[in-house]
Every structure is written in structure tokens, then in C-alpha cells.
């Protein structure tokens, strides 16, 4: 962290103890450790040809505009 980013939390209501605190971050920062990071879906590819299907082809023959 760089310092000029502001808090990552704060306290609304109450006045807790340092320790308080200390637990409370402890908690939020395993919680963030342990959830899964925001990933690009993987998108499923069969292992199937497609040249006998032509709608997952992706080209066309010079004669497609017969079909």
C-alpha cells in the first residue's frame, strides 16, 4: 500500500477498543484472503470437429450462398 489510499473500513456506530479493531481487521482480511479471485471464465471447447457442422464453423465456402 502506497499510504494515499484511504481506509479500507470504518467504524459507524460505537467506539471500539484497539483490539476490537484488531480482531475486526483480522477477520475482514482472512475473509478477503480466502475468497476466490475475480477470474476470466474459461469458456468450454469440444474436442469434437465441427467440419460437419457447419453452424460452428467458422468460415464459409464460396458456394455458402446456396445454402
Known amino acids: 500500500m502506497s499510504g494515499t489510499e484511504g481506509p479500507l473500513f470504518r467504524v459507524v456506530r460505537g467506539d471500539p477498543s484497539p483490539e476490537e479493531l484488531a480482531a475486526a ?9 480466502r475468497a476466490p479471485a475475480a477470474q476470466e471464465p474459461v469458456l468450454a471447447r469440444s474436442a469434437a470437429p ?3 457442422r457447419p453452424a ?8 455458402s450462398w446456396r445454402h
Open 25 to 33: 481487521t483480522a477477520v475482514l482480511l482472512e475473509l478477503a484472503r
Open 50 to 52: 465441427t467440419w460437419h
Open 56 to 63: 460452428l464453423t467458422t468460415h464459409r465456402t464460396a458456394a
